[in-house]
């Protein structure tokens, strides 16, 4: 568990699962985690009672959880992890949308890029973030990830004649 003033990650839970169903089947985030089919409770339900290992799954979920309202407001995925090369990509989403713009996403990464550098001693974190997202590019930007010049054209397909380019981000820690 990771912790800050405001601010509780943790793993998921089985209390989760209820929550898990509701975000992973809704179809207007499925771009950001390259969904396109929904979960069924049972394997949500799987996943929440199953160990979750970064370094045998390359993968970890946090979910964020706010103190004061006691709730869950989002959650922020490590993937990709590879212990050789010291890295992790890191993503985010704060699906309560009457929490977002209030700093809990960049409280929530600043708290993953401490775990990143002072408990599992990786060299950098990477994210891809789409072009349009500007949101999301000002806040890894602030936390000083450098965009690396590499821009993905067309790179997700968001409807038949829609594409979205995706930029890549890294920070050496």
Not at 10 to 23: G, H, I, Q, S, W
Not at 140 to 145: A, C, E, I, R
Request: charged share 20%.
């Amino acid at each position: 568990m990771l912790e800050s003033s405001k601010l509780i990650l943790r793993a998921v839970e089985p209390e989760d699962v209820d929550y898990l169903f509701k975000n992973e089947n809704n179809p207007t985030i499925w771009e950001l985690s390259n969904t396109i089919t929904p979960f069924s409770k049972n394997t949500l339900s799987d996943y929440a009672n199953s160990i979750h290992d970064i370094f045998a799954q390359k993968q970890f979920r946090f979910m964020i959880h706010l103190k004061a309202e006691n709730k869950i407001i989002g959650m922020i995925d490590l993937f990709d992890f590879d212990a050789i090369h010291s890295r992790v990509g890191v993503g985010i989403i704060i699906t309560d949308l009457n929490e977002r713009n209030k700093g809990f996403a960049e409280e929530a990464i600043n708290l993953v890029i401490n775990y990143a550098k002072n408990t599992l001693y990786l060299n950098q974190l990477h994210c891809s973030i789409f072009s349009n997202n500007t949101s999301s590019i000002n806040l890894f930007s602030k936390l000083g990830f450098q965009y690396l010049e590499l821009n993905f054209l067309q790179w997700y397909r968001k409807s038949e004649n829609e594409w979205n380019d995706e930029n890549l981000y890294q920070l050496i820690l």
